[in-house]
């Protein structure tokens, strides 16, 4: 209590930077070592961020580290987790929480035996965008919430990811890789999910980098690369998914939400901002403004909400959350492969609203 939470990041690539600039402004959460196969990768961040270079094995057995921050691959999600929770480690991982959800409870249950807590990607929905249209919702806003559509149609990451194999591999694909977003997103806003019925398909077999060192390259295609679904809440509401790698564009709205009282435009759930659109029966298109969720926030702030939630209390970016998600999205691949409506078997909270507020902020010594 009072004290940062000291945080040790495995896997320094890409998207560690995002991680790594907003850290520092985070009085909750404070960066101590870094580890990456590449060690001169982690070299050469641990210099730039003032902190030690580990070995994988060192950081997750490290007394100085309280939390590893799993960065890895998906493939190896689940591997590093357990490595982390076996030296005492609290978790906090990329999404999505393992390639299966067999592997997910595996992490889990690990985690609670060892009385260590999980925390995952994403925490966009703890920003302004997402919260803000939540709050629109419990508010009454729209009603009775009955339907939403989720849509990601791209041309693929292939274009623009210098490395981007791991896209096409299991574990990837446009639902396991954008999917968290769109499905925690809609979670947040409608509640857990009880059953899905789903379609998928591919185009191509390989796909050719367009971008860095390789560019000219192909890799592999081994996952479905388009996938639709519906999504039946708990509470009744349907939701349609659309996730593709091979779409150009659209004009479809990232979520919206449908009641029986009005309509939300809800913003990209791979940002923390955006504006919220309300059409009330009878009126028109009108912009809110943000009513929830953390100012100006970035990804780190799941860790930080983590580190500030009590013992006891689910926190907003939990591991359990995350195998809900998981476990929706692996259903709805089942579905598209069997033809037939997948029972999603587990059930979570929905995640606490975030009033709006500035980061998390740890607790005071008394």
Request: aromatic share 4%; hydrophobic share 40%; glycine share 10%.
């Amino acid at each position: 209590m009072g004290q940062p939470l000291r945080v040790g990041i495995v896997g320094v690539g890409a998207i560690a930077g995002q991680y790594l600039a907003t850290f520092g402004r985070l009085d909750a959460v404070r960066l101590v070592a870094v580890a990456d196969l590449d060690a001169d990768r982690a070299q050469a961040v641990a210099a730039e961020q003032g902190v030690r270079a580990l070995t994988v094995a060192e950081l997750t057995t490290d007394p100085e580290v309280d939390l590893v921050l799993n960065l890895t691959i998906p493939a190896a999600h689940a591997e590093i987790a357990l490595q982390a929770i076996a030296g005492g480690k609290h978790v906090y991982g990329e999404k999505p929480l393992a390639v299966t959800p067999a592997e997910a409870r595996t992490v889990l249950d690990a985690a609670q035996a060892a009385g260590v807590r999980v925390g995952c990607a994403p925490d966009t929905v703890l920003g302004t965008g997402i919260q803000t249209a939540r709050k629109a919702i419990d508010d009454g806003a729209i009603g009775l919430p009955v339907a939403a559509t989720a849509t990601m149609a791209t041309p693929g990451h292939e274009r623009w990811h210098p490395n981007p194999d791991f896209y096409y591999q299991p574990g990837g694909g446009p639902l396991l890789d954008m999917g968290p977003y769109y499905v925690t997103a809609l979670v947040t806003l409608l509640g857990p999910v009880e059953s899905v019925v789903g379609a998928a398909s591919h185009t191509r077999a390989t796909r050719t980098i367009g971008s860095g060192p390789r560019v000219g390259e192909t890799v592999r295609v081994d996952v479905d690369t388009h996938v639709t679904g519906v999504l039946r809440h708990v509470s009744g509401a349907l939701s349609t998914l659309v996730m593709s790698f091979d779409s150009v564009a659209t004009h479809a709205s990232n979520i919206e939400v449908h009641g029986q009282a009005g309509s939300l435009v809800v913003p990209d759930p791979n940002q923390f901002d955006g504006d919220v659109e309300l059409h009330e029966l009878g009126g028109s298109w009108q912009t809110l403004p943000p009513s929830a969720g953390y100012r100006d926030a970035g990804r780190g702030y799941g860790v930080a909400d983590l580190a500030t939630t009590p013992d006891g209390v689910p926190a907003r970016a939990d591991g359990e959350l995350a195998y809900h998600v998981l476990e929706i999205m692996t259903a709805l691949l089942a579905a598209a492969d069997s033809g037939t409506t997948v029972a999603v078997e587990s059930r979570c909270e929905r995640p606490a609203a975030v009033p709006l507020s500035d980061a998390p902020r740890r607790p005071e010594r008394d």
